[in-house]
């Protein structure tokens, strides 16, 4: 919540409004004096790596009440307030539309009172949605829930080593009294047993099969049972389902050494994770624009995340649609419930619910290329685990290419990627080693394990160009050798985002939160001290996304990256305007650098140092290799587990179409055939695709030709108090630039 209260004080400050605080939600604005105060460019300075809200929050009786609401707008237009900007959940959202549709008769009422000589004076009103539960329809994603998961995954991720070690289930609760997304995606991402949440609850008998589905998982050698269980549970009959009931069902009938973990609050808590703070600033810029576009006419909206855009949506369509879901669970329409919480939740239970049952004719290779990125471990886990639950023999391809034809290759079974969803790195082992002298190696291990579809999970860009490059081979090499006619599929891996035909890659949000949490500790331990720059090179090659999205949500003043060049003016400008910053505040800049032949990370240092002479000083880090490594992010896992299981659904649907009469035929990957997730959109890409990668990619420096994230360097830049226009386009043209211009200078927004 403080990223989104931080760009809509730097945004309305940025298009000459007069931005107010008010302190304690409601009850301030019911309270009024001190709990309404100006803010300034300084007042969310070191605000972004602090969770919770800074301006506070507190549920309020007297604004539900007729003379609350009129004690509210008394203290607004004593200060000329006409824009409201909420922060909360869809209860916040509409008290603060109830609120601006009584403003008139307010205003008349003051006025007849005596209190207000204002007349024709409208409030404005946009909305934010901050929930952890993610529960509230028409947005993809709240601010808080990606951290809340960050923190179950944390949770997760330390109770496996006892529950491995001592042989126990653990049943977890997370919140979620009407919203079982928590517990969901946790459950994907940790790869748990049994879920359970309040927009589907088990069928009737769940206890007979939970139980023996539990009995088998541990017949087979796991050590570990995981149980997720979201607060608001309950079974077919409305009868609420709890953490202490599961773990005495384990316990009476299996017998089993069982513990029960409670999260609570500590899900709200901690530092926000990188994806938060990008998603809030967004959307805090975003909700800046919307107040100063509206008129009289235009209802209250709702800053929403479709795809990867900041959108807004009418305020009150969202939340009837939010009660409406829980109106079809009330009534039992669970199906109904499920849809209506959007196509993201679909897709998050059609996944689940593929992991979670067994079947056991094709047999089907999986295998990593390139260098590691967090995620891949969790893909093959998926794809292993939907493989067999499609009725494939899987098989797992050690060390890539060279692993292959060295005939590396076993079987892999579902117990065998247990516990691989967490894991970093890649436990296949990778190599760069393209096939090309070895195809007929390659090819007589294919026909000694008879592989019929073959899955590649690629690595940084270089590697999955080799990975492309591989699969051409094989492709050109079908005329010589049958056993390449089968149906392959490749998967992009790179933390540093730049594949063509994806708008993100598996591993770029793990990289990211690293980076992130480095400059937290960075600037940390810079507290109390002089005023310091620091000068931050991040990997990425030639593609500026990390240094760019890591140096928004990490509060950068200036980011270097190869696509937005720039020359030795933009440096003394950067150093000047820094400097004037320097001196008026306390505080730590942090500059990001990537890729320029001449102006290095050494040079800019240097430049730094000697320009800021009296005023700050310079340190230099090079984040270096940290950034592939740790444990993937609940991003990542879910996002690995998804794209897998489309991978190989589409493999079994191509397999049963083009298999006749012992032989592939017609093997061919439609290139509209899409998996989205949160406007991701990871092409499976075909021969076809390809042969045609050149056609959309720089390929000398390996980067696509158009990348959605360019266009977030000028938000990065409003909100490190340059002067610029907030929409550019890739090409670097200006687009709708009045759209930042307020409609008069004496607006005032509140948040």
């Not at 591993?507 to 002089?530: F, M, Y």
Request: glycine share 10%; charged share 20%.
């Amino acid at each position: 919540m403080n990223a989104a209260v931080r760009a809509v004080v730097r945004m309305g400050i940025y298009v000459g409004a007069k931005v107010y605080f008010i302190h304690e939600g409601y009850q301030g604005m019911v309270d009024g004096g001190d709990n309404i105060k100006e803010a300034k460019w300084e007042s969310v300075s070191s605000m972004l790596q602090v969770g919770g809200t800074v301006i506070g929050s507190a549920r309020c009786k007297d604004f539900r009440t007729h003379e609350g609401r009129l004690k509210a707008a008394h203290n607004l237009v004593q200060r000329d307030i006409t824009n409201l900007c909420v922060i909360g959940g869809d209860g916040s959202l509409t008290g603060a539309n109830l609120f601006r549709e009584e403003w008139s008769s307010l205003l008349e009422e003051l006025l007849q009172q005596g209190d207000s000589s204002q007349q024709e004076v409208f409030l404005h009103i946009v909305g934010m949605v901050g929930s952890i539960d993610n529960d509230f329809c028409g947005t993809d994603m709240t601010i808080g829930t990606d951290s809340a998961l960050h923190r179950i995954i944390e949770v997760v991720d330390a109770i496996m080593t006892t529950a491995q070690s001592h042989q126990r289930t653990f049943v977890l609760e997370v919140m979620g009294r009407h919203c079982g997304y928590l517990a969901l995606v946790s459950a994907l991402a940790c790869g748990a047993d049994w879920v359970f949440i309040p927009e589907m609850p088990p069928e009737d008998g769940w206890e007979d099969n939970m139980c023996q589905k539990l009995s088998e998982i541990r017949s087979r050698g796991s050590r570990l049972n995981i149980i997720i269980v979201a607060e608001g549970a309950t079974d077919r009959q409305g009868q609420h389902i709890t953490s202490d009931f599961v773990k005495d069902l384990v316990v009476r009938r299996l017998g089993f050494d069982t513990r029960v973990t409670i999260l609570g609050h500590v899900q709200r808590g901690g530092t926000p994770s990188a994806f938060d703070r990008i998603l809030a600033s967004r959307m805090g810029v975003e909700a800046v624009l919307a107040l100063l576009e509206a008129s009289a006419n235009t209802p209250a909206c709702v800053v929403s995340l479709v795809g990867n855009q900041a959108v807004r949506l009418p305020l009150m369509e969202c939340v009837q649609m939010t009660q409406e879901v829980q109106k079809a669970m009330d009534e039992k329409k669970f199906d109904e419930a499920v849809r209506l919480r959007g196509r993201s939740f679909e897709n998050n239970l059609s996944t689940y619910r593929l992991l979670s049952f067994r079947k056991s004719s094709f047999n089907v290779a999986v295998m990593n290329v390139g260098a590691p990125a967090a995620g891949m471990n969790a893909a093959v886990r998926s794809a292993v685990r939907v493989g067999i639950t499609e009725g494939h023999k899987m098989f797992a391809v050690n060390d890539g290419f060279e692993g292959f034809y060295k005939g590396q290759i076993k079987e892999i079974k579902w117990g065998d990627v247990g516990g691989w969803t967490g894991q970093g790195g890649s436990l296949l082992g990778t190599k760069r080693t393209l096939p090309g002298k070895h195809l007929d190696k390659i090819a007589e291990q294919m026909r000694i394990h008879n592989i019929n579809a073959l899955l590649v999970v690629g690595g940084c860009w270089l590697s999955l160009l080799q990975a492309f490059e591989s699969i051409l081979q094989l492709y050109v090499a079908r005329a010589d050798y049958e056993e390449f006619c089968i149906p392959m599929c490749i998967l992009p891996a790179t933390i540093s985002n730049n594949v063509p035909g994806t708008d993100l890659s598996l591993g770029a949000d793990t990289s990211l939160n690293a980076i992130v949490e480095t400059c937290d500790r960075i600037k940390q331990s810079a507290s109390g001290t002089k005023r310091r720059v620091f000068i931050i090179e991040t990997m990425g090659g030639y593609c500026g996304y990390l240094a760019t999205v890591g140096g928004l949500a990490a509060g950068a003043d200036t980011v270097y990256i190869y696509e937005e060049p720039f020359d030795i003016r933009d440096l003394q400008a950067n150093v000047e305007h820094l400097t004037e910053k320097m001196k008026t505040s306390i505080q730590r800049g942090t500059g990001a650098q990537n890729c320029n032949e001449n102006f290095t990370t050494d040079f800019i240092y240097q430049l730094y140092s000697e320009e800021g002479r009296g005023v700050f000083d310079c340190r230099k880090n090079i984040l270096g290799h940290m950034q592939q490594g740790g444990a993937p992010s609940p991003f990542d896992r879910n996002f690995g587990t998804k794209i897998a299981a489309k991978a190989m659904q589409w493999i079994t649907r191509t397999l049963k179409e083009s298999y006749k009469g012992g032989k592939h035929i017609n093997v061919t990957l439609d290139s509209s055939e899409d998996a989205e997730h949160l406007g991701v959109k990871l092409l499976c890409l075909s021969y076809k695709s390809v042969k045609n990668i050149r056609l959309f990619s720089t390929f000398s420096h390996r980067i696509p030709k158009e990348q959605w994230w360019l266009k977030l360097r000028p938000l990065m830049k409003i909100l490190a108090k340059y002067k610029t226009s907030y929409d550019v386009s890739d090409s670097g043209q200006l687009e709708h630039v009045t759209r930042v211009r307020p409609k008069d200078s004496n607006t005032s927004t509140a948040i």
